[in-house]
């Protein structure tokens, strides 16, 4: 089945540093990934869809300067939080759909637990 | 009114019990149908992917899917401690390629 790898699946920075988090399709390819983050006991809220090449396209109240996110392959988009703060602190989980299916179901990677003190 | 309905749970149930998890969702529009499992600290796993009205069944997982009524189901037979985790429901609008998710129901199985 379609595999997405994440990494690293837990970091922890410190405050104002940044912080990049990749993930990958391994066996399939994907010209758009979506970015999630999740609160404890909360249900995913979608961050960002990626686009390889081409900007990506942010939620209503993400703000795209502090979560960058880059789509340079067909196989690879990172997310990288920067200027960390505390409340930054939280469960982002990528996904991607294997576009050699029509109508493919979305493939989720294991998530990073990011920590900023 | 969201356009994916799940109860979120706890739902407690004794091992080997069957298990029923629902959701119903509002936009005809959506026409895939999957259930994902979410174990804590960890991202969630496809368990069905359906697209026509009916069951389909994988293991002890049948999805049921009704179209009519606008209600998609996942049973879980023989249930085991190991399936306690959070099960999400989400329907894919082929027209526009957006996922929704509903908000997950947390089931609890006890030994």
């Known amino acids: 089945g379609a595999v997405v790898s994440q990494h690293p699946s837990w970091v922890i920075c410190k405050s104002g540093t940044s912080v990049k988090i990749e993930c990958r399709s391994l066996d399939f390819q994907a010209t758009t990934m979506f970015w999630y983050r999740q609160f404890p006991k909360q249900s995913l809220m979608l961050m960002a869809t990626s686009n390889e090449g081409s900007k990506a396209t942010y939620e209503q109240g993400v703000e795209k300067d502090k979560f960058l996110i880059n789509h340079a392959s067909l196989t690879l988009s990172t997310l990288t939080v920067t200027s960390a703060h505390p409340e930054d602190s939280s469960f982002y989980i990528c996904?991607?759909?294997?576009?050699?299916?029509?109508?493919?179901?979305?493939?989720f990677g294991n998530g990073t637990r990011l920590t900023v003190t | 009114q969201k356009e994916v309905e799940q109860d979120p749970g706890p739902l407690s149930v004794p091992e080997g019990a069957i298990v029923s998890l629902n959701c119903t969702y509002s936009?005809?529009?959506?026409?895939?149908f999957m259930w994902y499992r979410q174990y804590s600290r960890k991202g969630p796993e496809l368990l069905m992917y359906t697209y026509s009205s009916g069951n389909k069944e994988d293991g002890r997982f049948t999805a049921q899917v009704d179209k009519s009524s606008k209600y998609i189901s996942l049973f879980i037979r023989d249930s085991q401690p190991s399936d306690s985790a959070t099960y999400l429901c989400a329907s894919l609008d082929a027209g526009t390629y957006k996922y929704i998710f509903g908000t997950g129901t947390r089931l609890k199985v006890l030994a």
């Open positions: 996904s991607a759909r294997d576009e050699g299916i029509h109508n493919s179901p979305l493939h």
């Open positions: 936009n005809s529009a959506f026409q895939y």
